[in-house]
């Protein structure tokens, strides 16, 4: 009797296992110039956000949103809008002749031809 007891217990948790399994991404693909994600499940129709390194931004036209998603019993994180993280670009004000870059600011000569 003790060793059924034994039995169910661990067949029970077995079970268990295997239905967390089921339903859930692991940690996404790494795209260039991202700041990796911490966690590495994620249940089915969780999204998340992507975040460029620094010194990056995302391009304009693309999304740091993911979502785990299942179709056709496979699991696979989806998005419309592939992310793409670029380099911030120096802004040149023509008011001031700065060029600015966030946080940033230096003075700079024009020369304009």
């Known amino acids: 009797m003790h060793m059924l007891v034994k039995l169910i217990f661990i067949m029970a948790a077995y079970q268990h296992n295997i239905a967390r399994a089921r339903g859930v991404c692991g940690t996404p693909n790494l ?54 993280c670029i380099r911030k670009s120096l802004v040149c ?5 700065h060029y600015m870059t966030g946080a940033h600011d230096m003075s700079a000569t024009l020369f304009l031809l």
């Open 93 to 97: 004000s023509r008011d001031t002749g």
């Open 31 to 84: 795209i260039p110039n991202t700041v990796p994600v911490s966690d590495s499940e994620y249940q089915t129709n969780t999204s998340i956000r992507i975040n460029c390194t620094e010194g990056y931004v995302r391009k304009a036209g693309t999304s740091n949103k993911i979502r785990c998603i299942e179709k056709d019993g496979s699991i696979f994180w989806h998005t419309d809008l592939p992310l793409k």
